[in-house]
């Protein structure tokens, strides 16, 4: 599915709420025998409710990724950013994908969450994780990948491209992009949503339009942009369909 969000001043946004932030802590995620300083954030009702793993940007745990972990669990998300740049810059994908496995299981020994119901969230690096690790993780039932790289892998380091392990994919899954994504150009990622479309992989594309690579933040804070506000209730509306 393609959808373009014109950005204009008389567009009428969605009624989706973007929910009352709820203030987080950091913790320790521990993987590979190291601790990985995380942040975590959850609604203050005990009774399970469905959680997100976030898996930040190149440029690390900014403000702007703690806050939107706020806003989630104000919507009502038990959300664990990741640190996954505690030790390194640039980790092997085998060293992300342990930690977000032993995220999943920091997530499964905490009473106020439904194992049944956690998503996956990334941003840029993070994004290209989302689209890499869904067709790995069973555990996950939807994510949703902000300005990825469909195609950045082939190395030592990082093996796969996600376009690689689309036949693997069955958790649906939300693409968001702007068009003037220099990193990540658009086209690649039509391309990739035409192969998860010829493959029959459950997907929705929301492409923002002038939008550049990490729309989300602007000087590490969460933008108060149309694109911003925009994406963050896609996101919301789209785990509240799948996250139950």
């Known amino acids: 599915m393609f959808k373009h969000a014109l950005s204009v001043s008389a567009f009428v946004l969605s009624s989706l709420a973007l929910g009352q932030a709820v203030k987080g802590s950091e913790v320790t995620v521990t993987s590979g025998g190291k601790a990985y300083v995380s942040y975590l954030a959850a609604p203050a009702s005990a009774t399970p409710k469905p959680a997100v793993i976030l898996i930040h940007s190149f440029n690390g745990l900014e403000q702007g990724y703690k806050d939107l972990v706020d806003e989630m669990a104000g919507a009502g998300y038990v ?3 990741l640190g996954w740049q505690t030790f390194e810059k640039e980790p092997s994908d085998a060293t992300v994908k342990a930690l977000v496995e032993d995220g999943l299981k ?28 869904l067709p ?22 990082k ?9 693997q994919l069955s958790t649906p899954m939300l693409i968001l992009h702007g068009t003037k994504d220099v990193p990540s150009p658009i086209a690649g990622i039509y391309a990739y949503a035409q192969k998860l479309d010829a493959a029959g992989k459950a997907f929705k594309l929301s492409v923002y339009q002038g939008e550049p690579h990490s729309f989300l ?28």
């Open 79 to 81: 959300t664990l950013a």
């Open 106 to 133: 920091f997530l499964g020994e905490r009473k106020d969450v439904n194992m049944n119901a956690v998503g996956l969230t990334g941003f840029c690096a993070g994004g290209r994780y989302t689209m890499l690790l």
């Open 136 to 157: 790995q993780l069973k555990q996950f039932k939807a994510g949703v990948a902000w300005y990825g790289f469909p195609d950045q892998g082939g190395t030592a380091a």
């Open 159 to 167: 093996p796969q491209t996600p376009s690689a392990l689309i036949g």
């Open 217 to 244: 933040l602007q000087g590490g804070k969460i933008a108060d942009t149309f694109a911003s506000r925009d994406a963050r209730r896609d996101m919301l509306g789209y785990f509240g369909e799948w996250l139950k």
